[in-house]
């Protein structure tokens, strides 16, 4: 079974960063693309970055530029620097595991 667990969120200034985590169990993580996704209220659940077993990694373009999605294998662990956040940024933010499932979201806000 497909365990996601997201850690790093929080609230931050505008211009500020913040580093999210995701910790996954229950999957062959090393050949999984992985990802990260967000979802404001009233909105859509959104892609912000993905990033293959290999390294190959994808963005949203509201993102482009300002966060990096990185994974360590060895540790089953997938991860997104957020910097030069917007107040556009807050959101609930998901790790995904694709195929597989999600993680339960961790909230992050981002003040003016």
């Known amino acids: 079974q497909v365990q996601l667990v997201e850690s790093g969120g929080g609230l931050v200034q505008a211009g500020g960063s913040l580093r999210l985590s995701c910790a996954a169990s229950g999957i062959f993580f090393s050949i999984r693309v992985m990802g990260w996704y967000r979802q404001a209220p009233g909105r859509q659940r959104e892609l912000v970055a993905t990033?293959?077993?290999?390294?190959?990694?994808n963005y949203g373009d509201s993102v482009k530029g300002r966060f990096t999605i990185s994974r360590d294998n060895a540790k089953n662990m997938v991860y997104l620097q957020m910097n030069s956040l917007k107040l556009e940024d807050t959101a609930v933010y998901y790790c995904?595991?694709?195929?597989?499932?999600w993680g339960q979201g961790t909230q992050v806000t981002v003040s003016s």
């Open positions: 995904a595991a694709i195929p597989g499932g």
């Open positions: 990033i293959t077993g290999g390294g190959v990694r």
